[in-house]
T-cell receptor, first 113, second 115 residues
């Protein structure tokens, strides 16, 4: 039972354009969400997070949007750069005491020069 | 800070052998996590420790897997005996709170191949 779903295994965009990566979740107890970026042969690195009390969080070129009613979040990268080419993972944490993060299976983003 | 350090980076072993993966978390991070990444299942949590105490081991596949954290700066994940289906990338992570944000810092992973 997959509680965090990234339905697009891959996405290809042109340099300078917007990249939009999507994530859906099923567990209404999730109240904190994160995006990680992963390059080959490296561990995932933290990118940006958002609490359920917000609907938007921005950090430079990266913005995460949260739609709680739809149980949907998205990561926008503007403008996209070739160095952004990586696998992006969405993750969620529930409001209980557990520190466990549940991850989606990832979306491979390719930014073409 | 050197980050989360895992060893070895790569491990190739024969079926039936014992395998030990090692992790040094970031100093001051109180929780440590072991994840496994496969194509089929993605990143799945095996076990996590808080202040060296196992908190949730519900993801440990079976008795062949065991994990220990004898002190705040070291953890091991052991597989005995190993099987080909254990082939995966194993990540260790430790958690942080910073500026109101929570997240994990991951190590570079150990790629395990069981032949």
């Amino acid at each position: 039972d997959q509680q965090v779903k990234q339905n697009s295994p891959s996405l290809s965009v042109q340099e300078g354009r917007i990249s939009i990566l999507n994530c859906d979740y099923t567990n209404s107890m999730f109240d904190y969400f994160l995006w990680y970026k992963k390059y080959p042969a490296e561990g995932p690195t933290f990118l940006i997070s958002i609490s359920s009390i917000k609907d938007k969080n921005e950090d430079g070129r990266f913005t995460v949007f949260l739609n709680k009613s739809a149980k949907h979040l998205s990561l926008h990268i503007v403008p996209s750069q070739p160095g952004d080419s990586a696998v992006y993972f969405c993750a969620a944490k529930d409001q209980g005491g557990s520190e466990k993060l549940v991850f989606g299976k990832g979306t491979k983003l390719t930014v073409n020069p | 800070d050197a980050g989360v350090i895992q060893s070895p980076r790569h491990e190739v072993t024969e079926m039936g052998q014992e395998v030990t993966l090692r992790c040094k978390p970031i100093s001051g991070h109180n929780s440590l996590f072991w994840y496994r990444q496969t194509m089929m299942r993605g990143l799945e949590l095996l076990i996590y420790f808080n202040n060296n105490v196992p908190i949730d081991d519900s993801g440990m596949p079976e008795d062949r897997f065991s994990a220990k954290m004898p002190n705040a700066s070291f953890s091991t994940l052991k597989i005995q005996p190993s099987e080909p289906r254990d082939s995966a990338v194993y990540f260790c992570a430790s958690s942080f709170w910073s500026g109101g944000s929570y997240g994990y810092t991951f190590g570079s992973g150990t790629r395990l191949t069981v032949v």
